[in-house]
């Protein structure tokens, strides 16, 4: 037998790919980002291959234990499918906020919950358009920078307009990133507004509420 079908035989390793659909999973937390000085992202993936499709804009609402009673909280997922075998939701710390402190305070790498979904009906898919313009403040920028990013990585021809406002320039989120999509494409135009700014920061950008 020629030694390079042996090798190509011994290293076939068929993978079992299922793809996701609504419902409830068991998912295991891969990375954990800090975005801002309070928000972070989480990262999720399943034990088993599984291929994370979603209508960008879409929600999964988290099966949590906090103080040994049941909680459910959606939250809408910020990556795009087209990075197809994870997933993640971008969270913000919230005064008196149970879920959103638990998460920051306790959510680890390897830490494992149930999510259900996807699930909703403001996505960037069932609406398709020529052009689009994204008005996000906040936290709120999740569903609309999924879309962005969707668009950005399968190389739309969608002209695209983002506008995003917080409320000094430490709390915006996904900065670097829209900078980057900004430099790289001519159909993606990024406007920010702050409202203020303060002692030691400089901001050279639109200011407002």
């Known amino acids: 037998m020629n030694p390079m079908e042996v090798v190509q035989e011994n290293s076939v390793n068929p993978v079992n790919t299922q793809t996701w659909a609504n419902g409830r999973h068991m998912m295991r937390c891969v990375k954990v ?23 960008p804009g879409q929600f999964v609402t ?20 087209s990075v197809p075998y994870s997933f993640s939701i971008t969270v913000k ?6 879920v959103s402190n638990w998460l920051h ?18 996505n960037c898919i ?8 994204f008005l996000s403040g906040g936290v709120g920028i999740t569903p609309v920078m999924s879309m962005a990013r969707w668009w950005y990585d399968t190389n739309s021809n969608v002209d695209m307009k983002f506008v ?17 999509m900004s430099s790289r494409i001519d159909n993606f ?16 950008g639109y200011r407002g509420t």
């Not at 103080?67 to 939250?75: C, D, I, P």
């Not at 710390?93 to 149970?98: P, Q, S, T």
Request: hydrophobic content about 35%; glycine content about 6%.
């Open 33 to 55: 980002i800090q975005e801002t000085h309070d928000v972070k992202t989480f990262c999720f993936m399943s034990q088993t291959p599984i291929m994370f499709f979603f209508k």
């Open 62 to 81: 988290l099966e949590l234990t906090i103080g040994g009673e049941q909680v459910m909280r959606s939250y809408t997922i910020s990556s795009s499918p």
């Open 93 to 98: 710390r919230v005064k008196n906020g149970l």
């Open 105 to 122: 305070d306790n959510m680890r790498v390897d830490d494992e919950l149930a999510v259900h979904g996807p699930v909703g009906n403001f």
């Open 126 to 133: 069932d609406f398709s358009t020529e052009r689009a313009l």
């Open 164 to 180: 995003h406002s917080a409320q000094t320039p430490k709390d915006i989120i996904f900065l670097k990133e829209l900078e980057l």
């Open 189 to 204: 135009e990024l406007s920010i507004v702050c409202e203020r700014y303060d002692i030691g920061e400089s901001w050279h």
